[in-house]
């Protein structure tokens, strides 16, 4: 799932292994292909996450919610976030159905009036909870949805620029800086469709589960409005049990 193999994703973003395996030429698919078969080890992650958004008048507000992220054999995931604080925004939530070969689904719950709404292809676009990651960023997507190019190698790093092979893309290109011995993402940088930079992803720090690193303190740079976001993960739980009706519509509602 890239651009955002993880928001989390974000709260299971940029998950990567400890000693990964390449080609003796690897190529830009093959390690993205490596952090995408990495983001989905022990299956399922929850994280308790506070989000803090500021605007170019340095004014923040700030959000807290819990997440659940389950992958399948099928190269399908499901995810769920809930927010618990503040009051105004306590109880809304992000149900994602990410699919192996279709656009993702999406439905946004209104506790307010005990709806939800299901996004269409336009709107998964939109800001998420008015920050700098779209619910689309939220979701992710799956790999073979760009074409992916190593353009330079270093010791340390490997730099990929990755083009979206659909029509309807949002972004025009991505550009990821990936620390080799890790296999993380360290930076994200997200252009328009007029090659204009739009946004920068930066993974300040990660936490260590067995053989895996996970991104915990994420900061979204919004190069064309000014404003920031960023997430950190207060709590992380790997491999823990998720039932499927929790990832589904009811529990979207609950």
Not at 28 to 36: L, P
Not at 95 to 100: F, I, N, P, R, V
Not at 147 to 154: D, E, G, P, S
Request: glycine fraction near 4%; charge should be positive; charged fraction near 25%.
């Amino acid at each position: 799932m890239t651009p955002l193999f993880q928001c989390i994703i974000i709260l299971s973003l940029f998950l990567s292994g400890l000693n990964p395996i390449y080609s003796d030429q690897p190529t830009g698919h093959s390690i993205m292909k490596t952090i995408y078969d990495q983001n989905k080890k022990y299956e399922t992650r929850i994280a308790k996450v506070k989000m803090v958004i500021k605007n170019n008048k340095n004014e923040t507000r700030d959000r807290f919610f819990h997440s659940w992220k389950k992958y399948y054999d099928d190269n399908t995931s499901r995810g769920l976030i809930k927010f618990f604080r503040p009051a105004t925004v306590k109880g809304m939530s992000l149900l994602s159905h990410s699919h192996a070969s279709k656009n993702t689904d999406q439905w946004l719950y209104f506790p307010a009036f005990k709806s939800f709404k299901t996004l269409n292809s336009t709107e998964r676009h939109d800001s998420f909870m008015g920050s700098d990651f779209t619910y689309s960023d939220i979701s992710g997507r799956q790999i073979n949805e760009d074409t992916h190019t190593l353009i330079k190698k270093t010791d340390s790093r490997y730099f990929i620029e990755s083009i979206p092979n659909n029509d309807d893309a949002y972004y025009g290109k991505i550009r990821y800086i990936i620390d080799r011995d890790k296999t993380v993402i360290l930076k994200a940088i997200f252009y328009d469709l007029n090659n204009k930079k739009l946004k920068e992803l930066d993974n300040k720090s990660f936490q260590q589960f067995k053989d895996i690193y996970v991104a915990v303190d994420m900061i979204m740079q919004n190069h064309q409005t000014g404003g920031t976001t960023q997430l950190t993960v207060e709590m992380l739980k790997v491999g823990d049990s998720i039932d499927d009706a929790k990832l589904g519509l009811k529990g979207l509602k609950e």
